[in-house]
């Protein structure tokens, strides 16, 4: 059974730093892509960013490009959103998921329950 | 980056009511296109990905259909549990993009 388990959300003044992970159970980590997806109160799901099974490469929203960083690692089946520079627009419920696997990337098959980040002063 | 169009933004059907949605993309997507189901308070859910390849655990009553610019999600025989959010995603190109999502409710 697969898990995947966020932590790390909270509280944050603008400009603050934060740092996401979700911890991954009951599959073979370091052999899928990841991604974040957050969904702000009320509104759709907006796509943030994505890691390769590797951790070779990565690419994030124009919306928090130079902000956010996201890593793996995939000895402790972790994944990581470091988020800098943080403002109210990112207050979220932020989502960690995996992607389906080969032949299928980008489709993304297993969802953690989310971490709620809020910005404000 | 490719914007993704849903339609309608929300419908009420009836149980046993066949429902569909349509979802278009701002350029050619292939097939790469996938569709979930968000239901308050809970992470989305996997339905169908390839634009018409249910995924493991999806209900049939789930079908989708399309290529190139233009996508449906149809719903046979709706349920009482099918009262949700869906979304339509496509999986062609980074950034990844959602459309902004129908809500359907049971009358």
């Known amino acids: 059974q697969v898990h995947l388990v966020e932590s790390g959300g909270g509280v944050v003044q603008p400009g603050g730093s934060l740092r996401l992970s979700c911890a991954a159970s009951?599959?073979?980590?370091?052999?899928?892509?990841t991604h974040w997806v957050r969904q702000a109160p009320g509104k759709g799901l907006e796509w943030v960013a994505v890691?390769?099974?590797?951790?070779?490469?990565?690419h994030y929203a124009d919306s928090v490009k130079g902000r956010f960083t996201i890593s793996r690692d995939n000895s402790k089946n972790t994944l990581y959103l470091q988020m800098n520079s943080l403002r109210a627009e990112d207050t979220a419920v932020y989502y960690c998921?995996?992607?389906?696997?080969?032949?299928?990337?980008?489709?993304?098959?297993?969802w953690g329950q989310g971490s709620l980040v809020t910005v404000s002063s | 980056d490719i914007q993704m169009t849903q339609s309608p933004s929300s419908l009420s059907a009836s149980v046993g009511d066949t429902v569909t949605i349509t979802c278009r993309a701002s350029?050619?997507?292939?097939?790469?296109l996938a569709w979930y189901q968000q239901k308050p308070g809970t992470a989305p859910k996997l339905l169908i990905f390839?634009?018409?390849s249910l995924q493991s655990g999806a209900p049939s009553r789930f079908s989708g259909s399309g290529s190139g610019t233009d996508f449906t999600l149809t719903i046979n025989s709706l349920q009482p549990e099918d009262s949700a959010t869906f979304y339509c995603?496509?999986?062609?190109?980074?950034?990844?993009?959602f459309g902004g999502g129908t809500k359907v409710e049971i009358k």
């Open positions: 998921a995996r992607e389906k696997g080969t032949g299928t990337y980008y489709v993304l098959d297993y």
């Open positions: 009951g599959l073979t980590f370091s052999s899928y892509g």
């Open positions: 890691i390769a099974h590797d951790g070779s490469n990565t």
């Open positions: 350029q050619s997507i292939g097939t790469f």
């Open positions: 390839h634009a018409s």
């Open positions: 995603q496509q999986s062609y190109s980074t950034p990844l993009t």
